[in-house]
């Protein structure tokens, strides 16, 4: 049987491939085989660039300042005891298989599922008890893992969507120019006519025009392209160098590797490991995770 494989997760292709079709803006744009074709070469061909490195490069080590701390948060047979604490200006990643409780924490954060135990505090002002919008208010943000489901409105236009939580909020056109959306797309289409890469940076800018102090990003680059994906780090980075605080989860190990100050590693609700960049290891991730 002759198969035809279809993807953006390169390892994958590269693993499984006998030969290479690469499109690109419905072009083809390159034809060879898997074997001896590097990452790295598929990606510069994908993209029409050469990448040099896909991830930016790491800010300045981060604020000893303090912006956002978990105590104790527990919710039964889900999350057990987590404690953590996200500096400004930081990229904190959360690492850990299906079912080890990461994006549960990140839902217990925002207020979206009720905690049996702990303490939320932003900025050492208690988010414990409060709503998911008083938290909003707040400073907290959320860009959930799926957009089409939970973030975005499909059938409403761009400018529509970059609305969501500041409607009064009169900035689309310089957060649609901070995000790389052209203008003339904020209100001709239905969010749901734009490419994957383009809705998550919709996704991304309705937080964005609110500019909060802690954004929390549940698989920020799930089902879109490599360019795309470059951009969507671009962002991060770029908000980390503002001074938000940023927590990254994602079951990506090299994109948590290559982007985060730090990493969590989550298994059965708890965390069973912090990790500086200097102990960062595939290995050690996948052996604390399993």
């Not at 292709?13 to 072009?27: I, P, T």
């Not at 991830?55 to 919710?75: D, K, L, M, N, T």
């Not at 549960?104 to 414990?128: K, M, Q, T, V, Y």
């Amino acid at each position: 049987m002759a198969i035809i494989y279809i993807s953006h997760t390169v390892p994958d292709v590269l693993r499984l491939a006998d030969r290479l079709l690469v499109l690109r803006d419905g072009a083809a744009v390159a034809q060879r085989e898997a074997r001896g074709c590097t990452e790295g070469e598929l990606i510069s061909l994908m993209v029409g660039r050469d990448l040099g490195q896909l991830f930016p490069e790491p800010g300045a080590a981060s604020a000893a300042e303090i912006v956002f701390e978990a105590r104790g948060i527990s919710q039964p047979g889900v999350l057990h005891d987590i404690n953590f604490q996200l500096h400004k200006g930081e990229l904190l990643g959360i690492a850990g298989l299906m079912g080890s409780g990461r994006s549960e924490l990140a839902r217990a954060l925002f207020g979206l599922d009720a905690c049996a135990e702990g303490e939320i505090r932003l900025n050492h002002s208690r988010l414990d008890g409060l709503s998911t919008r008083a938290r909003i208010r707040k400073g907290l943000a959320f860009l959930t893992e799926n957009r089409r489901a939970d973030g975005l409105l499909m059938l409403a236009s761009s400018a529509a969507n970059l609305t969501l939580v500041t409607p009064d909020q009169p900035a689309v056109p310089k957060v649609a120019a901070d995000i790389r959306l052209h203008s003339a797309d904020l209100n001709r289409q239905p969010v749901q006519q734009l490419s994957g890469g383009n809705q998550q940076k919709v996704a991304f800018g309705k937080w964005l025009l609110r500019l909060p102090q802690v954004l929390m990003v549940d698989e920020p680059t799930r089902g879109i392209d490599v360019g795309a994906r470059q951009e969507i780090y671009r962002i991060m980075r770029n908000l980390a160098g503002q001074g938000i605080g940023l927590l990254v989860i994602s079951s990506e190990i090299e994109e948590l590797m290559g982007l985060c100050d730090r990493i969590l590693v989550m298994r059965r609700g708890e965390i069973r490991a912090t990790l500086a960049r200097a102990e960062f290891h595939r290995e050690r991730i996948l052996q604390e995770a399993i």
